[in-house]
């Protein structure tokens, strides 16, 4: 059966001298190591001897996989996941997943184009970041020949440790410094590029008032007049308009007047009244309608005359 707390004490042991490794390289005490020192770091944990992907293949995507804050520096246990990486990757067993840690902003709500270009992004920075700290481990490495050299020659190795560490903080200083300096400018330019568009707003000059053309005129006096005669335009239209309607109606007016029902008033082309002539056609057409009514009456006498003298000849009795 095995032994769990050998095994326990056995994985403590480890971590605490993976940490000694870690305190070592966090120059400030923040808990945090520059990330161009990762590889001395894994270096000096004998971490790259039995490494079987290139180092700075192994390290730019141990940090796209492991950075998940990406505050630029690496802690303890972003650490340990690089520790645990590279001991599997030396063993030919696929890393395990990243931990889960609270991310400075969350990417859940960020469609498919932008999450793969800011994934892409990441690989490169880590790309740089890894460049950056193999050529520092190489530095380093040389500096400790160098030291080591000159510890043969009968030097203090405690001396030696000392001056090594000062020149890995001078050259973590410069690189700060460096990267400051970076950051300052790019401030700068951000600052100039915001206040250029802040003049660019302010010269948008929405007053005409005081503008001139090429040729002196006012700019707001050609305005003006434009709108002058634009409504004196819409005016004249206007008033056309209602001549139109008032000249319409006119015409209705006369042609209604001219329209006589009275014909009292009228002649015919020789100057003869029409109203006296069409009062004796009425007369006339009424005389010969009585003449014909009294000669259709004096023949109706005649008849019954005739007939009575006829009836009175007739002798009835026959003996």
Do not use: W
Not at 292 to 313: I, N, P, Y
């Amino acid at each position: 059966m095995p032994d769990y707390k050998q095994m326990l004490k056995e994985a403590e042991e480890r971590e605490a001298g993976v940490k000694k490794v870690f305190q070592q390289y966090d120059l400030d005490g923040g808990g945090t190591i520059d990330p161009a020192e990762i590889t001395c770091v894994m270096e000096d944990l004998g971490l790259l001897k039995g490494l079987k992907t290139d180092v700075t293949t192994f390290v730019a995507a141990a940090f796209a996989r492991y950075d998940n804050n990406d505050d630029g520096v690496l802690s303890f246990e972003e650490f340990k996941q690089f520790y645990n990486a590279a001991k599997d990757d030396a063993q030919g067993r696929k890393p395990p997943p990243p931990a889960k840690m609270v991310r400075a902003s969350t990417s859940s709500n960020l469609d498919g184009g932008t999450q793969a270009a800011r994934e892409k992004l990441k690989e490169e920075k880590a790309r740089k970041k890894a460049e950056e700290a193999e050529k520092i481990r190489a530095e380093n490495a040389a500096m400790k020949a160098r030291m080591k050299e000159k510890s043969k020659t009968g030097g203090d190795s405690k001396v030696l440790d000392a001056d090594l560490l000062t020149a890995r903080k001078e050259a973590a200083d410069k690189r700060k410094a460096e990267k400051e300096a970076v950051a300052a400018n790019i401030a700068a330019e951000n600052k100039a590029q915001k206040a250029k568009l802040k003049n660019t707003v302010a010269r948008t000059d929405n007053d005409l008032l005081d503008d001139v053309a090429a040729d002196g005129t006012s700019v707001a006096a050609a305005r003006d007049k434009k709108a002058q005669e634009g409504a004196d335009a819409k005016a004249a239209r206007a008033k056309d308009a209602s001549d139109r309607t008032a000249q319409l109606k006119h015409m209705k007016d006369n042609a209604s007047s001219r329209t006589d029902h009275d014909l009292l008033d009228d002649v015919d082309a020789d100057g003869n009244s029409v109203a006296a002539a069409r009062d004796k056609k009425a007369q006339d057409g009424q005389d010969a309608k009585a003449k014909r009514a009294q000669d259709m009456k004096d023949e109706a006498a005649e008849l019954a005359r005739m007939k009575r003298e006829t009836g009175s000849a007739t002798d009835h009795q026959l003996g």
